[in-house]
């Protein structure tokens, strides 16, 4: 199986930053697609942000331009830059593992942090 432990979160000031990491074990870090999604009051879970096992990023229009993800494969890690944060940012923030097993995709999720964008 994979674990996936996050960061902690935390309150920011709008037009603040914020870094979240994601550290994952018992499995290969480089075999998986790692993401970022996050979950509002209410509403959906929804994708943030991706980098493939290929090096590739994709971001949801709504970050574009302001978060940026990363995976450093040597520490197991994979983390979100989180730059000019609005309040609709504020969400809880779960870090996920995309892979294959037995030829069938499976998806882990870390235990999710809460990041609350307020004044």
């Known amino acids: 199986q994979v674990q996936l432990v996050e960061s902690r979160g935390g309150l920011v000031q709008p037009g603040g930053s914020l870094r979240l990491s994601c550290a994952a074990s018992?499995?290969?870090?480089?075999?998986?697609?790692m993401g970022w999604y996050r979950q509002a009051p209410g509403k959906q879970r929804e994708l943030v942000a991706v980098?493939?096992?290929?090096?590739?990023?994709n971001y949801a229009d709504s970050v574009k331009g302001r978060f940026t993800i990363s995976r450093d494969n040597a520490k197991n890690t994979v983390y979100l830059q989180m730059n000019s944060l609005k309040p609709e940012d504020t969400a809880v923030y779960y870090c996920?593992?995309?892979?294959?097993?037995?030829?069938?995709?499976?998806?882990?999720w870390g235990q999710g942090t809460q990041v609350t964008v307020s004044s």
């Open positions: 018992g499995s290969i870090f480089s075999s998986y697609d």
């Open positions: 980098t493939t096992r290929g090096g590739s990023t």
């Open positions: 996920s593992a995309v892979g294959k097993m037995g030829g069938v995709t499976i998806t882990y």
